[in-house]
């Protein structure tokens, strides 16, 4: 193998040209990695500060959600007795790992086949269901953007809101927030050494209803912010890699030496 040796001096010389760049670069990387964190953090004090309800704030009142919503699940051994799962298909069997943050994660899934359907009608999903897992990682919820593509897998929650009385949004960014998660689910997980939480439970979860102005006042903000966020979050990893492919470039630009005519 061949290696080219340049002057000590130029040797030097690259050094610091490619020590500034990995600087700049380790510096911008947590300079972007901290704007997130801060922007995350406005984020979910206005959400919360939002959806934080008391008795002095009029116009509320406190509803189960088991008055203003179906809520059930699906037996483990219905799936067991009549699906087989596949890793390729058109209808997805949305499990707990498929729902986090408001959203579906829908980058490792499992199918159902077409001829499993017929005996599955209650697990079928709609526009506006919201999911909320129910075991292991308690407390995970997202919305159903789409019909006639989703079931309901097991270990996983349908909630289908009563549309005159809340917006599934409002009610999705409600189970997000902070104050849900310490006032409702981490009570409940604390007075049981089990980490989930039964049907009967989830169907006392205590809401605050408020007129469906208001609700939608409180979706246009949350949805704002969330894109703000949001849009940081995607932009985060395309920066860091356009820096680094930068700094590649100025390195093997620098690196790249031609032999000398003879």
Request: no cysteine; glycine share 4%.
């Amino acid at each position: 193998i061949k290696i080219h040796v340049p002057p000590l001096e130029v040797q030097r010389e690259i050094v610091r040209i490619l020590d500034n760049f990995t600087e700049l670069t380790t510096e911008l990387t947590t300079e972007l990695t901290t704007e997130l964190a801060a922007r995350k953090k406005q984020y979910e004090y206005y959400r919360d500060m939002l959806l934080n309800f008391d008795d002095t704030r009029g116009g509320i009142s406190w509803v189960e959600l088991g008055e203003v919503a179906k809520v059930t699940k699906l037996a483990g051994f219905e799936f067991t007795k009549y699906v087989t799962y596949s890793d390729s298909g058109n209808i997805i069997a949305l499990r707990g790992l498929n729902v986090k943050d408001g959203h579906l994660v829908l980058n490792d899934l499992k199918y159902i086949d077409n001829s499993d359907l017929s005996m599955l009608s209650r697990s079928k999903l709609k526009i506006d269901d919201m999911l909320f897992t129910y075991v292991g990682t308690v407390g995970q919820v997202a919305l159903i953007d789409e019909n006639d593509k989703y079931y309901l897998a097991p270990n996983v929650a349908l909630i289908r809101l009563n549309s005159k009385k809340f917006r599934p949004r409002y009610m999705m960014y409600y189970f997000l927030s902070g104050i849900f998660e310490n006032n409702q689910i981490n009570r409940l997980l604390q007075a049981s050494s089990m980490k989930n939480i039964p049907m009967e439970k989830i169907r006392q979860f205590k809401l605050p209803q408020i007129s469906l102005e208001k609700q939608d006042e409180i979706i246009s903000i949350l949805d704002r912010f969330n894109k703000l966020t949001n849009d940081l979050t995607e932009g985060l990893p395309a920066e860091i890699a356009a820096r680094r492919a930068q700094y590649e470039y100025y390195r093997d630009k620098l690196l790249h030496f031609e032999e000398a005519k003879k």
